[in-house]
Structure formats: structure tokens, C-alpha cells
């Protein structure tokens, strides 16, 4: 027979291709996680992993069997979380982390909301890079998040999540730059000009955002939108740019190679033992509210 231990270790090892970090991931001795998934090959007379110099490489066997491990796995933590039962106390404080492409309306609308539902939560809204983002929701930290979808099978880590939908994004430049003389633009225009690109725009999906030779990152849309209206252009989150769109300091481009704009999915991610707090829960119905008005 198997354990949880035993099939955790596997799981480690696999996605980690290395007993050493599988058992640091774990915050298991190596010997512990190489024993562990030895107990499990002796027990079924397979092999699961060779070492090739410092790595575990998986076998087919163990590619055949990882998927059904990883959900048993998964399901487990998920029973242990909600067996432990914290959520009856109330939230003194709840962390956000969001990424860029959040938009500044659904964090108004969420905080605005939550504030008068429950006056003495404090609520803080971190931006922070997706890696930091899900190192803290399999943390011990009252959080959950806002940011770019993943489309996955399998989660990266053990949380719940939901599919928002996708928010809109445009070309902007200001109203003085050459490119917004024209009515309509060519693509390879845009590569000869100078952009501004979000960094998160950049880590989440390069091939898609980095379109100009000349490249400028940004980490805050504060500096983004101050460089914007100097020089360049920007892929920015219409809710972002829609201020100064209506006082005449930006315009929209319009591009010809695109008939829409660009949409970028979001979800909503929460560790399973922060589920059932009632302000995590009025957190979820706002963040629905709103998707169903605003995304599709």
C-alpha cells in the first residue's frame, strides 16, 4: 500500500526533477524523500526515476502514474485545510496581491465595497510578481489574489481559483506623438516606435506585449503612465487609460492588423482554509458582481 507521504514525495520529485529540492519543497530530508519514493517502487516493483548526474529523471511509469498521484495528493491537502476549521474567527486584516493588469475600477470597486460590509477589516492591496503571489497563498498569511490566468489543466499550487473572464486593453500614446496623427496604424509602425511595456505585461506574456525594437520596461503604472505622456507608446488596461483619455492627455490607437482589443484573462485565487470567512466570501460575490458587468 501507499501513503500520503509517499505519493506527496513522488509528486515533488517529479516536478522537481531532483530529490534534493523535492525534499526542500517538502521540508523533508532527502534521504526521507528518496526512501519514500523507493517504499513506493519496491512496493510495485517499478521504476519511477533514474539519476542522470544531480537529476531524478521520471520514468514512463512515472509519467503514467503522475497525474492520478498529484490529484490524490492535491485532495488530501484540501481535506486536511478544511478540517482544521480556522475560519470561524473574523479577519483582523486580509491581504490583495494583484498584478498590473488588474484594473484600478474592480480593486475601487472591491475595497469600496468590502469597507462598508466590514469597517473594522483592514484590507491592503500588495502588487507583487506572480512567483511571490503563490509562495504566499500556501503560506500561513490571511491572503488571497487577483491576477493573469494560467490556462492549465492542474493548478501550479493547492488553492481554489475562479475564471473571472477578460478584461479589455488598448494602444495608447499621447495626443502629440506621430503615431496619433494617423486613423490607422500598421503593426510594423508600432515596432519602430519606442514602448513602454508593463513588467508584468513582459513576465506574463512576452510574445504577445513586446512588439516594439525598442523596448522600455516599467514596474509601476504610475511611472508608465508619467513616461506615456512625454514619449512612446503602451498597451494599457482601458480603465487605466480612461482618465486621461477623457481629459485629451492620451488617445487610442487604432491598429489595423487587430478587428478587437486585446483581452487578457484573470482569476481570482484563495488558499482553501480562507474559503468560508464571511469577508472572503462578500470578496468573491463583489469580484463576480463586477466580472459579470465588465468582462467577458
Known amino acids: 500500500m501507499f501513503s500520503y507521504e509517499h505519493l506527496a514525495a513522488f509528486c515533488a520529485t517529479f516536478e522537481e526533477a531532483s530529490y534534493s529540492k523535492a525534499a526542500k519543497k517538502l521540508n523533508k530530508d532527502r534521504t526521507t524523500v528518496r526512501e519514500q519514493v523507493k517504499a513506493l517502487e519496491d512496493s510495485f516493483a517499478i521504476r519511477l526515476f533514474t539519476i542522470e548526474g544531480k537529476k531524478a529523471v521520471a520514468t514512463t511509469e512515472a509519467d503514467a502514474l503522475y497525474r492520478q498521484a ?116 500598421q503593426m510594423n509602425e508600432l515596432e519602430l516606435a519606442m514602448q513602454y511595456l508593463s513588467e508584468n505585461h513582459h513576465n506574463s506574456n512576452p510574445e504577445l506585449y513586446s512588439i516594439s525594437s525598442n523596448v522600455r520596461l516599467v514596474s509601476n503604472n504610475d511611472v508608465l503612465l508619467t513616461l506615456l505622456l512625454e514619449d512612446g507608446w503602451a498597451i494599457l488596461e482601458h480603465s487605466l487609460a480612461a482618465p486621461l483619455l477623457q481629459s485629451g492627455k492620451l488617445v487610442n490607437l487604432n491598429v489595423n492588423e487587430l478587428v478587437n482589443t486585446v483581452r487578457v484573462p484573470l482569476s481570482f485565487y484563495c488558499p482553501p482554509e480562507l474559503e468560508n470567512y464571511p469577508e472572503v466570501v462578500a470578496v468573491k460575490s463583489v469580484l463576480l458582481g463586477f466580472a459579470k458587468d465588465n468582462f467577458r
Open 70 to 185: 498529484k490529484v490524490l495528493v492535491k485532495n488530501s491537502d484540501l481535506l486536511y485545510r478544511r478540517m482544521i476549521d480556522r475560519y470561524k474567527q473574523a479577519l483582523e486584516s486580509l491581504i490583495v496581491y494583484h498584478d498590473n493588469l488588474v484594473p484600478n475600477s474592480l480593486i475601487k470597486t472591491v475595497n469600496q465595497s468590502i469597507t462598508e460590509q466590514f469597517p473594522m477589516l483592514r484590507l491592503h492591496w500588495l502588487h507583487r510578481n506572480r512567483d511571490e503571489t503563490l509562495d504566499a497563498l500556501v503560506s500561513n498569511q490571511h491572503c488571497v489574489a487577483i491576477m493573469q490566468s494560467r490556462l492549465k489543466n492542474m493548478p501550479e499550487r493547492t488553492f481554489s481559483f475562479i475564471n473571472l473572464g477578460t478584461s479589455e486593453q488598448g494602444f495608447y500614446c499621447h495626443p502629440d506623438h506621430p503615431l496619433a496623427k494617423r486613423d490607422c496604424i
